[in-house]
């Protein structure tokens, strides 16, 4: 049987524009969330724009990671989402929304939980 | 002024699983489509799994595009996310979603749409 995984959808309101702005620290933070987590990781795209901000999506076999920034407005939308289908997961998703959310000393504008 | 751009995420019930478990003919859609809809794609990624299905991101300048195929359940979760930052893109959003629909035949099991 399918069973619904947790995606978590969130707008960051963030002070600290340096990190909205290169993604290096985002993208270890995330390496280092894939290994905490035990995800797998089946490619990447980080891409910095030319003005403001980067963008980035992590494929993983679990799901997906996704990013992207704002750093003229001070804003993050970000995902995460992770199927339950080997393992149930919606904890692991909970676990790394709260760890972006630190990392960036972020307040939630926006968030939205869905199953699906 | 930051201005909301629309998430549409579904899940497909599709009877034709050989489009679930091969993803040239998808990934051959979403190229199609990111050329109708003048998008920018910066890096995706496509990657079969050895038993079954696929899952894709695709990276845009506008935000982001993303399945998860289930053959074995004739399942697909779906995201397309554009931003509005340069153009008010929500009605390509929509045409997209109606795209990849139509692609797969899909009856619609889940949807949702989010202003974000």
Redesign the interface.
């Known amino acids: ?2 069973t619904k995984g947790l ?1 978590i ?1 969130a ?1 960051f309101k963030v002070d600290n524009t340096a990190l909205l702005s290169n993604y290096a620290p985002f993208k270890e933070l995330v390496n280092n969330l894939i290994i905490t987590h035990q995800l797998s990781n ?4 980080y ?1 910095s ?1 030319p003005e403001f901000g980067f ?7 679990e ?2 990671l ?1 990013i ?1 920034t ?1 750093p003229e ?1 001070g ?1 993050a ?1 970000f ?1 995460v ?1 992770l ?1 339950n ?1 080997k393992n149930d997961n919606s904890q692991k998703v909970t676990q790394i929304f709260e760890a972006v959310k630190t990392f960036f000393n972020a307040e939630v504008e ?1 968030y ?1 939980a ?1 199953e ?1």
């Open positions: 049987m399918y995606h959808m707008t089946v490619g990447d795209t891409h724009f963008t980035a999506n992590v494929c993983l076999t799901s997906h996704s992207h704002w407005y804003l939308t995902d989402f199927s289908f926006q939205n869905i699906r």
